[in-house]
């Protein structure tokens, strides 16, 4: 008896498929240094757990599919803040914005279809284009060229009849690039021509340094009926266990689509729900600070990383990780010996192996992301036990 | 541009589609006597929302995707008061029961391959076949038979090379029933013979009246690699918000399918898992008067719909629905017609209507789901204005 093939091709992830390495490494001692995840350090903001430690519901009972009314409201109140005028029929509360995406996938995308993204890409993306069995075209940026878009005509040669969007993240993750309005207008031009939707990844909206201003696809004019975004109170929010997203457009049919998939799931989870609307009602004036913070982390890591020999690293623009060139001929190699091989000074670091982030076979065998979640000074003791372990591994690896 | 087949195909949740004209209903001033959805009234246990206050996380970080270690092992000890011998390796909390039966459904089948389900079925298995691109084949059961399942050949008669599994819902939403050891020894044999998985819906295994047992398709023996089991908190703690649900199994290539698709979304919410830790740490005794509850409530709402004109319905053995032949042509009208045109001293009711929980077109046009989910007074009144209702209904459309 066999389970189905997309049991069985699905990838594990591999941003956590080394946790068991990791969890020996602590269990016999070893404090490791966790940079492989976007799991952020900085406290949940007050407001939020006190809506969890006041929820005031005596029956737990379903809410409504597309979630709480005033969730809605408020999220649309969050993009007029940003000038992106929405309202609440234009957003249904998700599960995570994983549960968005998968949405977003399932609204524009049949089995044996295809949506582009430039690569190296968030890796779930890989997940849910398993479980929706559509197929992820990549397209390979590379970091010589600074991860920007390339031109037109290397999207167009990878449209096919089946092609049903393309789908860009910006602030990137796995890159820390922040598309410019001319990428993305550039983008808009393609979709529209073509007939595509654009799927927007926009978790890290706030994640962006040097006065640098995120622009949204939910701007581009002439789009609405083309556009959806993704969205998540994750890395906004520190509050990556909550679950919650949103899922936003504003074209009509695609929201009735994705109403009808929320409502087989029935709802989103209540009490996070009320968490994440004391996080809405904050404004987003309370991420001035905590965008200064990531702001000097990434100039830690950023600095502390292109110092080691051999390394080749862009100064990220946006959102919280980076791509990092090593002297390394196998990413998943490098990451399991440093969380059984090494230590120094009883400490060792978890990086996430490149290929993860790629679909094309052979990519990023010598690359790893790194994710500035850390303390400073924690990331200060991440690059010097990595300086030190790769200068290990090369001698024994070389 | 045009969106993508599922989501054109989809159906809208037949329990809830008529939500609209039930909130206008409500706007007008009418009180809507609620027995349409399985949305208990039984307050949510207090050591469930006293573990939601005392949450102690300063931050809401990503949990482990399979859940927290603690939960799979009180869901394990779970089982095991029910002399179900399982490990904590052995499930994987999902978000509600909804996710567990979705990765049953990606883990046992590709796009086009087929699930045999006797209908009447739970209407959202029509949802996640649409997301899962797979295809349902009902097995029509009838009232008149008292919806037991027909012999063995009924079954093989729908076995085709695509099919994956059988789905069994027991004890049964929406007809009340509830397997007996000999029907479900029938089945066992049927998917052992054909090579096919079992998936077993049991969340209202608790939920059985008049001293009836609810046997797990888990205490099937020689069957350990075929059975999956989907689970939830939401009617056993009268947690539906929470979100907290279960995928159970033995076969370990089914389980390594199921925690990567548990991957791509990273983790159930957090909150709710430790509130439904405290859940499970009240040990199954806390159930006997909530049995005791639902089942007075049966025996009301049984009594009093028999006694109304024209009416079958079959005494319910377990969950807190039954299905109900009703003297009309089109539930899908009589209910909007009920929540529109008709009230009896400002109340009316909301049912659910029949067609939806068939997928063969064309049946149940004359029945209605209720669910006694309401305290004993007020599905009295349930049934007194269902009466006059129906009275009415009946001249204006004989």
Redo the contacts between chains.
């Keep these: ?1 066999d ?6 091709t ?4 591999p941003i ?1 498929k080394f ?1 068991p390495l990791a969890d020996a490494a602590v269990a016999r001692g070893l404090r490791v240094l966790f940079i492989n ?1 976007g ?6 903001p007050r407001p ?2 006190d809506a ?4 005031d ?9 597309q979630g709480f009314l005033e969730l809605r409201q408020a999220v649309a109140a969050y993009f007029g803040s940003y000038k992106i005028p929405l309202t609440e029929d234009n957003i249904i509360i998700t ?2 914005g ?2 968005a995406v ?1 949405f977003a996938f ?6 044996g ?1 295809e949506v582009i993204i430039p690569e190296p890409f968030y890796t ?1 993306y ?3 284009a ?4 559509i197929k992820i075209v990549p397209l390979t940026l590379k970091a010589d060229d600074g991860f920007r878009l390339p031109p037109t005509a290397e999207f167009e040669a990878r449209i096919t009849p089946r092609t ?1 969007a393309v789908v860009l993240c910006s602030p990137n993750n796995p890159t820390g690039t922040v598309y410019t309005p001319e990428e993305l207008d550039r983008v808009g031009a393609l979709v529209k021509k073509h ?3 654009l799927i927007g990844d926009e978790v890290y909206k706030e994640f962006t340094y040097e006065g640098l201003v995120h622009k949204s696809i939910l701007e581009l004019s002439g789009l609405e ?2 556009v959806i975004v993704t969205d998540s109170v994750s890395k906004r929010f ?6 919650i997203g949103a899922f936003v457009t504003r074209n009509e ?2 929201l009735e ?2 109403l ?2 929320a ?10 729900q009320k ?1 994440a609307l004391a996080a809405y009602r904050m404004g987003i004036d309370f991420f001035k600070p905590i965008r200064e913070e990531y702001e000097r982390r990434r100039n830690v890591l950023f600095e502390g990383v292109s110092s080691i020999p051999g390394t080749l690293v862009l100064k990220p623009q946006g959102a919280f990780y980076m791509v990092v060139r090593l002297p390394i001929k196998d990413a998943d190699h490098f990451v399991a010996w440093m969380l059984t091989e090494f230590e120094l000074d009883g400490q060792t670091v978890m990086v996430a192996p490149g290929p993860g982030f790629y679909s094309t076979p052979g990519r990023g065998l010598d690359e790893v992301r790194m994710a500035y979640v850390l303390n400073e000074k924690d990331l200060r003791e991440a690059v010097r036990v990595l300086r030190a372990g790769l200068e290990k591994y090369r001698k024994l690896f070389p």
Tied chains: 1, 2.
Excluded: W
């Excluded at 799991?39 to 949940?44: E, F």
């Excluded at 398993?130 to 069995?133: H, K, M, P, Q």
């Excluded at 409502?263 to 996070?272: G, M, N, V």
């Design positions: 008896m389970i189905s093939r997309r049991g069985k699905i990838q594990a992830s956590r946790k995840i799991d952020p350090d900085i406290p949940t939020i757990l969890v430690h006041e929820f519901q005596e029956i737990l009972s379903y809410g409504p599919a599960t995570g994983s549960e998968f399932c609204a524009v995308a049949d089995p279809d779930n890989n997940g849910f398993s479980l929706a069995d049903r007939n595509l939707f009926d083309n520190s509050s990556c266990g909550a679950r049919r695609v689509a994705a009808r998939f409502q087989a799931r029935l709802c989103p989870p209540s009490i996070e968490a």
